[in-house]
């Protein structure tokens, strides 16, 4: 079963760094920057398959607006394998998303070896205010 999803995976991943080779882009961008919230797609590794991230980088004071959380909260990184789809969502604690912001998030994601499905806070809680 699983090499059947990797193959069909695999599949995306060509077609999707295939678009990107045509474009000339490491990363699509979906929404205009700067920008409190942010769609993009781009290419990273889960568990060590190639895949095709579904992403939306916030602020931690958009994603604040529409959902419950700490007085102060931290930043943090969802993973979900959803419909076929990794989708990722990542708050930072900024106070807009543009292009250096955008560009160091993919890095981070690409660098971390040990991501997984689910939900992870990380850093110290502090205000961007």
Same mark, same amino acid.
């Not at 190639?50 to 604040?64: D, F, G, I, L, R």
């Given at each position: 079963?699983?090499?059947?999803?990797?193959?069909?995976?695999?599949?995306? /991943?060509?077609?999707?760094?295939?678009?990107l080779e045509m474009r000339e882009e490491s990363f699509i961008?979906?929404?205009?920057?700067?920008?409190?919230? /942010?769609?993009?797609?781009?290419?990273? /590794?889960?568990?060590?398959?190639?895949?095709?991230?579904?992403?939306?980088?916030?602020?931690?004071?958009?994603?604040?607006?529409? #959902?419950? /959380? $700490?007085? $102060?909260?931290?930043?943090?990184?969802?993973?979900?394998?959803? $419909?076929?789809?990794?989708?990722?969502?990542?708050?930072?604690?900024?106070?807009?998303? $543009?292009?250096?912001?955008?560009?160091?998030?993919?890095?981070?994601?690409?660098?971390?070896?040990?991501? #997984?499905?689910?939900?992870?806070?990380?850093?110290?809680?502090?205000?961007?205010?």
């Amino acid at each position: 079963m699983n090499e059947i999803v990797t193959g069909k995976n695999m599949v995306e /991943v060509n077609r999707f760094r295939h678009k990107l080779e045509m474009r000339e882009e490491s990363f699509i961008l979906e929404s205009e920057i700067p920008a409190e919230k /942010v769609y993009l797609q781009f290419e990273g /590794v889960l568990e060590g398959v190639a895949v095709v991230w579904h992403a939306c980088v916030q602020t931690v004071k958009e994603y604040s607006k529409n #959902s419950l /959380v $700490d007085e $102060d909260p931290k930043q943090f990184i969802n993973i979900e394998k959803k $419909d076929g789809l990794y989708k990722l969502e990542v708050a930072l604690n900024i106070k807009q998303i $543009d292009q250096p912001a955008l560009e160091r998030t993919i890095i981070m994601i690409r660098k971390y070896k040990r991501l #997984s499905v689910g939900y992870h806070e990380y850093g110290p809680r502090s205000k961007t205010e």
